[in-house]
């Protein structure tokens, strides 16, 4: 079972949305899952150095009142998820395009889920500028990735048109939000639904690969 997890690194519910996914996971241990995670800009328009945090809350919230009880909700189910989120320490709001493209380089390795974990600790835990290379480079280091071939590229535009072009595919696919869980290229879980709500996909979609298996079996 391929899963395609489209997301942005500074989508809170898609932190949430991965602890949740993750447990549903480790109650199917027999399961065979490959994850693949693919980009979304949740602000594509974003100034290449980012924005100052309070500057971005004031322009998307309109008042400090209104931005506070989004925050405590998100607060409160995170605490839930045992993510204990820092809003506090974010100083910027970064373009996330880097990001992506840090995520897109790791997956050759086998270490996306390993660099999308680092940079939602750093972001939502920590505080830190996801949209500064050093930062970027610090988490490449951390799992295992090559920092110098990371800085090189980092320095370069490579690929950044891929990212802009695939966030423009999947809103015109209708994603118009994350995070956005697509399976075998079939079946979507939009949003960060409970774990049961996956539980309930992987064995709809292992009752259907059956299903198949029997029908070809039955053809031959």
């Given at each position: 079972?391929?899963?395609?997890?489209i997301s942005d690194t500074v989508c809170p519910w898609c932190y949430i949305g991965k602890r949740r996914f993750e447990r549903a996971v480790a109650e199917r241990p027999d399961l065979e899952i490959t994850l693949s995670w693919r980009p979304?800009?949740?602000?594509?328009e974003m100034p290449r150095d980012g924005m100052d945090r309070d500057e971005y809350v004031s322009l998307k919230f309109g008042n400090e009142d209104s931005a506070r009880e989004v925050y405590e909700s998100i607060q409160i189910v995170g605490d839930s998820e045992d993510i204990p989120f820092a809003f506090d320490l974010v100083q910027r709001t970064p373009n996330t395009i880097d990001s992506?493209?840090?995520i897109g380089w790791a997956e050759n390795?086998?270490?996306?889920d390993a660099v999308v974990e680092k940079l939602f600790q750093r972001y939502f835990l920590e505080g830190a500028?996801?949209?500064d290379p050093e930062v970027l480079i610090e988490v490449a280091e951390e799992v295992g990735m090559n920092t110098?071939?990371?800085?090189?590229?980092l320095e370069g535009d490579v690929e950044?048109?891929?990212?802009a072009e695939e966030n423009k595919r999947y809103q015109e696919m209708g994603v118009t939000g994350v995070p956005c869980f697509i399976i075998d290229k079939k079946y979507v879980v939009m949003g960060a639904q409970e774990p049961e709500t996956f539980l309930q996909m992987f064995d709809s979609v292992e009752a259907k690969q059956?299903?198949?298996?029997?029908?070809?079996d039955n053809d031959d």
């Open positions: 079972m391929h899963i395609d997890i979304y800009q949740l602000n594509p992506h493209r840090l390795a086998g270490l996306q500028d996801i949209g110098d071939i990371v800085s090189d590229l950044r048109d891929k990212i059956d299903e198949e298996e029997n029908a070809e």
